[in-house]
């Protein structure tokens, strides 16, 4: 990796709140209210959750860091040296290969021009940045993962803490909500109303295994 490799990267703190919160929470939300219908132990229920509780968490945090890390060959709109060889060794010839390399330059410029148009910016590769991108995104994750986690470490009784976690995660998506709008500089009701849908689509599809399955 060269100091000068550029990629689109997270923008600080709240890209990775986008990221990380939202995955945490319907993950755990979905595992807990259909494996509550289970006749599993206490404990049983609490090692399953911990285990798609933490493993998430690793995997969130690898995916994070390599979302940071770009692609290598992000700055080059052209084929390079070994990717023209490979075209040469099949049979390729090189008003073929000249007008592929015309192709990336092309699509690359309409890139920039989106990226432009959008204001989204580029940064140069930085190891330590991307360690505390994937961190953050890992520890909101977390965080979301206890909003529909939490009540049920706190009450052994899995109806009542199915209705804490229900309240939580919808107080929990609604605040989320407003904190998108603000950042994304959307209008909150249209995001408000898609993670409320995505919630309530969660409890439907519970109901319906609980009918069909169970």
């Not at 860091?65 to 080059?76: E, I, M, R, V, W």
């Not at 991307?130 to 052994?156: H, Q, R, V, W």
Request: glycine letters at 6%; charged letters at 15%.
């Amino acid at each position: 990796m060269t100091a000068s490799h550029k990629a689109i990267r997270s923008s600080g703190w709240k890209t990775d709140l986008l990221i990380g919160f939202p995955d945490g929470l319907f993950l755990l939300f979905f595992a807990t209210q259909v494996i509550q219908l289970f006749p599993l132990d206490v404990q049983t229920f609490y090692n399953i959750h911990l285990g798609i509780w933490g493993i998430g968490a690793i995997l969130v945090l690898f995916s994070a860091y390599q979302a940071n890390k770009g692609d290598s060959q992000h700055d080059s709109a052209l084929l390079s040296d070994q990717e023209r060889k490979k075209l040469q060794h099949l049979d390729i010839n090189q008003q073929t290969i000249s007008q592929i390399e015309s192709e990336m330059k092309k699509d690359a410029e309409n890139w920039d021009m989106i990226l432009e148009k959008e204001q989204v910016h580029e940064a140069h590769f930085s190891k330590a940045q991307a360690i505390k991108s994937a961190i953050l995104t890992s520890f909101f994750y977390l965080i979301g993962g206890a909003l529909s986690f939490g009540p049920y470490l706190s009450n052994e009784n899995f109806n009542a803490a199915s209705q804490t976690s229900t309240l939580l995660v919808f107080l929990g998506l609604t605040i989320f909500s407003f904190i998108k709008a603000k950042v994304t500089a959307q209008r909150p009701l249209p995001i408000l109303l898609r993670y409320w849908l995505m919630g309530a689509g969660i409890l439907i599809c519970v109901w319906i295994l609980h009918k069909t399955i169970l």
